[in-house]
Structure formats: structure tokens, C-alpha cells
């Protein structure tokens, strides 16, 4: 079991930069990749960036990059989005999500979300 609590969504202008965090705790030595995921109204939850916690490799779908950086602080075991050069169409619901293997199965986590809005 992992809980993860997200924070840092807000509103911003166009053009803007936001930061979001995401604290994990219980079973983090299990956990295999942590990933930031967005969901705007009406459409499907997408992956935005993927981060291996083993090695460190990480990828972006193409809209975000060169503007987002993942970044993952072991000890603190926080997750976190730099997302500057905000646009219009990057406002979404942002969900952290931990995909943990168990030696048996791989398993599926997600925080509450965090809402980005970004104005024109």
C-alpha cells in the first residue's frame, strides 16, 4: 500500500511556471516508476511524464516537452512537475501515480489530484 498526496495546482496566467509535489508514503522501496498523469474536462486521463525510480530514466508525451521536468527526491520521497511556458490547453486535473511491484504483481496508485488552470 502507498498513499500519495499531491499539492501545488493553482491558477496561473499563460506563459507561467507551477510546481507540483507529490509526497508518498507505506510501501515505497516497492515502488518501480512514478508518473505525473492530467485529465482535462471531458477528456481521458493521459500520461504527461514518467519517471524510473531505479535508474532514473525518464519520459514525456511530446506536448510537454522541453516545458515539464520530473523529478523525484529519494529520501524525501516526494515526486515533483516543473512545469513552466504554461499554456492554456495544459489546464487538467494532475494525478501522481505510483505503479509498485511486489515481487509478484505490479500494483496501481494514485493521489486526489490537483488542479492546474492556466488563463490566456
Known amino acids: 500500500q502507498v498513499d500519495l498526496a499531491e499539492s501545488g495546482g493553482g491558477l496561473v496566467q499563460a506563459g507561467g511556471s507551477l510546481r507540483l509535489s507529490c509526497a508518498a508514503s507505506?510501501?515505497?522501496?516497492?515502488?518501480?516508476?512514478m508518473a505525473w498523469y492530467r485529465q482535462a474536462p471531458g477528456k481521458q486521463r493521459d500520461l504527461v511524464a514518467r519517471?524510473?525510480?531505479?535508474?532514473?530514466?525518464?519520459n514525456y508525451t511530446g506536448s510537454v516537452k522541453g516545458r515539464f521536468t520530473i523529478s523525484r527526491d529519494g529520501p524525501k520521497n516526494t515526486l515533483y512537475l516543473q512545469m513552466n511556458s504554461l499554456k492554456p490547453e495544459d489546464t487538467a486535473v494532475y494525478y501522481c501515480h505510483a505503479e509498485l511491484y511486489t515481487g509478484v504483481r505490479f500494483q496501481d496508485y494514485w493521489g486526489q489530484g490537483t488542479q492546474v488552470t492556466v488563463s490566456s
Open positions: 507505506g510501501m515505497v522501496s516497492s515502488i518501480n516508476t
Open positions: 519517471i524510473f525510480v531505479g535508474g532514473g530514466s525518464t
